[in-house]
């Protein structure tokens, strides 16, 4: 018989249930970004104002959205890569005196808990593999070079076809305690909500740029955050996306 306890997460994270959080106890804020790590190379991307990839209507992006696990072989331009990340977690203002920065998605609280990877497989002037979104610097950090890893990662993601013949899938990664030390119990709510806002924007600019998109929720979560190398849960992957060009 199913297991049905899931509600109990809503139960257990009801206002009435949840403790103090660590802001109210005065503890210091976790920081906004991963740091990159010292020896770690990384690329700047085109700036997002200096992109002109034409206009699409927004109706029109919505109305024709559809999932799609089809691609074609060929690359994305780095150009588009960069307006595909803008659109999810660019970093539009950073307020360094409150600690907080706002992006081009909506997030409780402006906690903005995620990091964005990329395994690339199709991307101009990129060689394949696994890559970080610095948004503050509107920069990729070079993670590993490596023409398997996309594979592995489909492995990771029950062997769906459409990672493996991706230009790019992304890789979202939660980093709880940010919500959380706002948040308490109830951040694990606004963890999954927040993670849709995003995936969502991806679905849109990607139709107005002639791609297409797969969510990807059904992945093997322990051999995602081991390929990853997180440590949950403290950090684990919370959703992914294949991406590439339509037929
Ligand atoms: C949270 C979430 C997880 C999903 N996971 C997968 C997945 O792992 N594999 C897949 O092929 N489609 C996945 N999808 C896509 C859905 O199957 C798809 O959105 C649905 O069938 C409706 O089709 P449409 O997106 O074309 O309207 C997911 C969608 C969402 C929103």
Same mark, same amino acid.
């Given at each position: 018989?199913?297991?049905?306890?899931?509600?109990?997460?809503?139960?257990?994270?009801?206002?009435?249930?949840?403790?103090?959080?660590?802001?109210?106890?005065?503890?210091?804020?976790?920081?906004?970004?991963?740091?990159?790590?010292?020896?770690?190379?990384?690329?700047?991307?085109?700036?997002?104002?200096?992109?002109?990839?034409?206009?699409?209507?927004?109706?029109?992006?919505?109305?024709?959205?559809?999932?799609?696990?089809?691609?074609?072989?060929?690359?994305?331009?780095?150009?588009?890569?960069?307006?595909?990340?803008?659109?999810?977690?660019?970093?539009?203002?950073?307020?360094?005196?409150?600690? %907080?920065?706002? /992006? !081009? $998605?909506?997030?409780?609280?402006? @906690?903005?808990?995620?990091?964005? =990877? &990329?395994?690339?497989?199709? *991307?101009?002037?990129?060689?394949?593999?696994?890559?970080?979104?610095?948004?503050?610097?509107?920069?990729?950090?070079?993670?590993?070079?490596?023409?398997?890893?996309?594979?592995?990662?489909?492995?990771?993601?029950?062997?769906?076809?459409?990672?493996?013949?991706?230009?790019?899938?992304?890789?979202?990664?939660? %980093?709880?305690? /940010? !919500? $959380?030390?706002?948040?308490?119990? @109830?951040?694990?709510?606004?963890? =999954? &909500?927040?993670?849709?806002? *995003?995936?969502?924007?991806?679905?849109?600019?990607?139709?107005?740029?002639?791609?297409?998109?797969?969510?990807?929720?059904?992945?093997?979560?322990?051999?995602?955050?081991?390929?990853?190398?997180?440590?949950?849960?403290?950090?684990?992957?919370?959703?992914?996306?294949?991406?590439?060009?339509?037929?």
């Amino acid at each position: 018989m199913l297991k049905d306890n899931g509600y109990q997460f809503v139960e257990e994270t009801k206002y009435p249930n949840i403790s103090p959080s660590d802001q109210h106890q005065e503890k210091p804020q976790p920081p906004y970004e991963i740091q990159v790590e010292p020896g770690i190379k990384s690329i700047s991307l085109p700036e997002p104002e200096a992109i002109d990839l034409g206009h699409y209507d927004l109706r029109k992006a919505i109305e024709i959205r559809r999932s799609l696990r089809r691609y074609t072989e060929d690359s994305l331009s780095l150009e588009e890569l960069s307006y595909l990340l803008w659109l999810t977690q660019g970093v539009k203002k950073v307020d360094e005196k409150r600690h %907080v920065v706002w /992006r !081009t $998605v909506p997030s409780a609280g402006c @906690r903005h808990p995620f990091e964005t =990877y &990329l395994s690339i497989n199709r *991307v101009e002037g990129l060689e394949p593999g696994l890559y970080r979104y610095i948004g503050t610097e509107n920069k990729l950090a070079i993670l590993s070079i490596d023409s398997e890893f996309n594979n592995k990662l489909t492995q990771a993601c029950i062997g769906q076809h459409q990672v493996a013949t991706s230009a790019v899938t992304f890789i979202w990664a939660a %980093v709880p305690y /940010r !919500t $959380v030390w706002r948040y308490s119990e @109830r951040s694990y709510r606004y963890l =999954y &909500l927040d993670a849709g806002h *995003v995936c969502q924007n991806l679905h849109l600019a990607a139709e107005s740029i002639n791609c297409g998109v797969c969510a990807i929720g059904a992945y093997d979560d322990d051999a995602a955050d081991a390929l990853m190398g997180f440590n949950p849960p403290e950090m684990f992957v919370i959703y992914m996306a294949s991406l590439g060009r339509r037929e």
